[in-house]
């Protein structure tokens, strides 16, 4: 299409549509401006003879998934409420990407569901490993304290055994103090070893009871008691007959 074009009082032209479109964007010529094109009657303002290109639409931005923001925000509080909030973290994260990739496009915020779900995830891990160790350092503890209960029980026993050994040699009498045992090598070590206040000499270990006894005393006669009791308020006694027992700190007389 041949368009001539009148500005100011000054006719020129003709010109294509396109030429004409360009110049009205550039600013050359303005919609007040008239134009003319065989078919018209008489002369037109540019503005409606050549209307402006319609505006591209503008892009909408998907909406962000409200449910992906929650699954985001609980996996993130997940590590401060102590693992509660990695439950939530992990359903509504899944629940987001699924209605995601349904919308067609509509919706977004796949980012925030994902990181969500690893947060979530790892803070459930984190929570169940939380969980193991709590249960098995107690465990353990009890396991370990057990083993020095039964090695020092049986070295009291030892003990019993080297007192009596003594009284054979003085006329039945029971050593005057426990470090007699190690003077006269009736036992071999001056220190016990795990023992229940651990590695001391037996006077700072054991609660000596047998001076001034003789081995035809009573049997049920206590003559070795720990200093210390252990984490159940108990104390390993041990008696003449060499029986060794733990006791309540409060049943030992």
């Excluded at 939530?88 to 995601?100: V, W």
């Amino acid at each position: 299409m041949q368009i001539h074009v009148a500005q100011n009082g000054e006719k020129t032209g003709p010109f294509e549509r396109e030429e004409v479109l360009r110049r009205l964007v550039a600013g050359d010529l303005k919609g007040s401006d008239l134009g003319w094109h065989e078919g018209l009657a008489d002369w037109e303002p540019l503005s409606k003879l050549i209307p402006p290109p319609a505006r591209a639409p503008v892009a909408m931005l998907p909406q962000s998934s409200g449910m992906a923001i929650v699954s985001l925000v609980c996996g993130i509080l997940g590590f401060v409420t102590l693992g509660l909030g990695s439950i939530p973290a992990i359903i509504t994260g899944h629940l987001a990407r699924s209605r995601i990739n349904k919308s067609a496009g509509a919706l977004g915020g796949g980012g925030l569901a994902l990181a969500g779900l690893i947060l979530g995830y790892v803070c459930l891990v984190l929570t169940f490993v939380a969980i193991l160790a709590s249960l098995a350092v107690p465990a353990f503890s009890s396991i370990q304290q057990k083993a020095i209960q039964t090695k020092t029980m049986s070295q009291a026993k030892q003990i019993v055994v080297g007192m009596k050994l003594y009284a054979a040699e003085h006329e039945g009498s029971l050593p005057p103090t426990l470090a007699t045992l190690y003077e006269e090598d009736i036992l071999d070590d001056g220190r016990m070893p795990d023992s229940p206040v651990g590695k001391e000499s037996p006077a700072a270990a054991w609660d000596y009871r047998g001076a001034g006894l003789k081995d035809t005393a009573d049997g049920t006669a206590i003559v070795l008691v720990s200093r210390k009791a252990d984490r159940a308020k108990k104390k390993i006694v041990a008696r003449l007959d060499g029986t060794v027992e733990l006791l309540l700190e409060s049943e030992v007389p």
